[in-house]
């Protein structure tokens, strides 16, 4: 999600990010048992990972893109499903429409794109129905920060902390918190920050399906001090 109506955004972050089926599948079972009533995806993208939120329990979504471009294959792709509503906004144009209305806020990869991320989450607070949830996903590490971050307009990456001060200190509670992907720092050091490439399908999918598997068996019972991204879900007070 980008602070603008980018359209010259063209999505090859997200494109590669299609082959990583084992990562969205971990992301998503750690999520899940808050998947329900209605929900709200903040920077849907393409709808990569709004295809799994429509197999939970929903009663209703909406999806919401400000990018052009991602905007129209998303509502191309979902456009007859009756539960689904898409907006080509970003959350700060449309909060006010919907205050005290969702049960739960979902965001993949989308809050280190937000330029001022502490109004973002107190627009959260105001969509979020009392006891609702949030569900964060982000990269994490500042000293991880790579020219592939820049190019595709990340504004920081995140210590697990400051996650959770973000959110306590706008009204929220930590119900789950945790590093994701210990095993990917030292693959992300070398060939983002020292090497300067970028992101492609082919390292995408290696990674999903030879390591992405055996990490989350590991991270699934052992909790990993550090890790690439965090993983976070808090509650409305």
Known sequence: MRDTHDVQYDGRDLEAMSFARNYYQRIESFFAPYFKGRGIE????????????????????????????????????????????????????????????????????????????????????????????????????????SRFDAIVGHHRRYYKKGVENLLLSHGFEIVRSSYFDIAGIL?????????????????????????????????TYIPVPIGKNIIVVARKK
């Open 42 to 145: 903040i920077g849907a993208g393409s709808g990569n990972f709004t295809e799994r939120l429509l197999m939970h329990p929903f009663d209703s979504l909406v999806a919401a893109e400000p990018s052009r471009a991602m905007h129209r294959l998303l509502n191309d792709r979902f456009s007859t499903n009756p539960r689904l509503a898409v907006y080509q906004s970003t959350l700060a144009e449309i909060h006010a429409e919907f205050p005290d209305t969702f049960d739960t806020v979902v965001y993949i990869n989308v809050l280190e794109h937000i330029e001022d991320d502490s109004q973002e989450i107190q627009y959260v607070n105001q969509i979020l129905k009392k006891g609702g949830i949030v569900c964060i996903f982000v990269p994490a590490l500042p000293w991880l920060y």
């Open 187 to 219: 693959p992300w050091l070398v060939f983002f920050k020292l090497f300067g490439l970028t992101l492609s399908g082919d390292k995408t999918k290696l990674y999903d399906e030879y390591v992405m598997p055996i990490m989350g068996s590991v991270e």
